[in-house]
């Protein structure tokens, strides 16, 4: 595919310190391209400088919802190298997003070169500092100037690249999770395994809700009998019930993450017990009881693994491995970003190296 590019002239000086917070701080360059039904699909593929979008205020995004995002990290290396972590399931997740929402596919060959391509323009961007990452927000919206509602026909398609600090500055600290009994976030058939802005202007509020009482995610339960686990706030969920790893089957209202996949790959190779399957929250709240609950995290691409240290169930509270973290936790932590920054040998060839631009 035919990528022009235009270098920013005025490139931004990068910060001194590490403390970049999280999608706060962006790159000199975007990635973008349009959809035109009636032109023959993609065109003018171009990296520029960064710069903000002009909509039409009907455009659809805005009125109709209609828009998928993507979140994957840029690694440095300790040898300086610059390298992406699995990019291609990325790619694939993105156009199963994408037929979910009528919006258009791109040939995985062509989404990889554009990620691939973009991230060797913005190669010194890549930050050094231990824990340090860019990362990269694919997304794709549609952009008719019509508040018909009818499939798009006009999509525009974004790369931006932001500064994320370390996700963790002192280790891995267990979080408190509540579980949260009135509001979903998908039901089957519905968008939960798309990755789409929606699910999470919908998720909001019970986030809210739970941070007013101290809490910092919640536990979502299906959307139809509220009654089995299906992910935590926007991470995937995990479970060491004595020595069984658990996490729910993607049934249609899970999102599949890749790091979700990883640990499950990982941990299969290395003889762990791992099961997909069904996991109602009246045998997670019998297996706490019972002592049986070893470890639960969350895992998804900022945090990678986050610890979960406290459980509450309508208003009872539930202490995880003395709030401590686990060692399968930490296990899957260290070995996933090993691999991610070099350190650990990647027997699966889930590193994808990247040339500077
Ligand atoms: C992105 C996301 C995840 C995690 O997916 P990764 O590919 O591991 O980053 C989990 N749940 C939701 C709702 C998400 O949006």
């Known amino acids: 595919m035919n990528i022009s590019i235009t270098k920013n002239t ?72 610059v390298q992406l972590f699995r990019p291609i399931e990325n790619v694939r997740r993105l156009n199963r997003s994408a037929e979910r929402m009528c919006l258009p596919t791109i040939p995985e060959d062509d989404a990889l070169e554009i990620l691939k391509t973009f991230v060797s323009v913005e190669y010194d961007w890549v930050p050094t500092a231990p824990g340090t990452t860019l990362y990269l927000r694919p997304f794709m919206f549609g952009n008719d100037q019509s508040l018909g509602v009818h499939s798009v026909s006009s999509v525009t398609y974004v790369v931006i690249a932001s500064l994320a600090s370390s996700y963790f500055k002192e280790g891995l600290n267990p979080v408190k999770i509540m579980i949260e009994t009135e509001d979903v976030r998908a039901v089957r058939g519905g968008t939960g395994e798309a990755k789409c802005g929606g699910n999470y202007g919908a998720s909001t509020r019970a986030g809210q809700r739970a941070a007013e009482l101290g809490y910092s995610q919640v536990l979502w339960l299906d959307g139809v009998e509220r009654k089995y686990i299906e992910e935590v706030g926007a991470m995937n969920v995990m479970f060491r019930i004595d020595d069984e790893i658990v996490t729910p089957a993607l049934d249609g209202s899970i999102l599949p993450g890749i790091t979700r996949k990883s640990c499950v790959e990982l941990l299969k190779s290395e003889g762990y017990t791992v099961h997909e399957r069904l996991l109602s929250v009246d045998e997670l709240v019998d297996a706490m009881k019972n002592g049986r609950l070893k470890e639960a995290w969350g895992c998804g691409t900022a945090a ?22 686990g060692e399968v936790s930490q296990h899957l932590y260290d070995t996933l970003t090993g691999i991610q920054r070099g350190d650990v040998e990647d027997r699966f060839n889930w590193i994808c190296p990247i040339k500077k631009g």
């Open 10 to 81: 005025a490139p931004a000086k990068k910060p001194e310190n590490a403390e970049y917070g999280f999608g706060k701080i962006f790159t000199d360059h975007m990635f973008i391209m349009e959809y035109d039904a009636d032109q023959g699909g993609w065109h003018d593929a171009r990296i520029v400088p960064f710069q903000n979008l002009s909509l039409h205020p009907a455009s659809t995004v805005l009125h109709y919802g209609s828009e998928i995002f993507e979140g994957l990290k840029a690694y440095r290396t300790k040898t300086g190298e």
């Open 304 to 325: 990678v693994i986050s610890p979960i240290g406290e459980l509450c169930y309508k208003d009872e509270v539930y202490v995880i491995n003395n709030g401590e973290i």
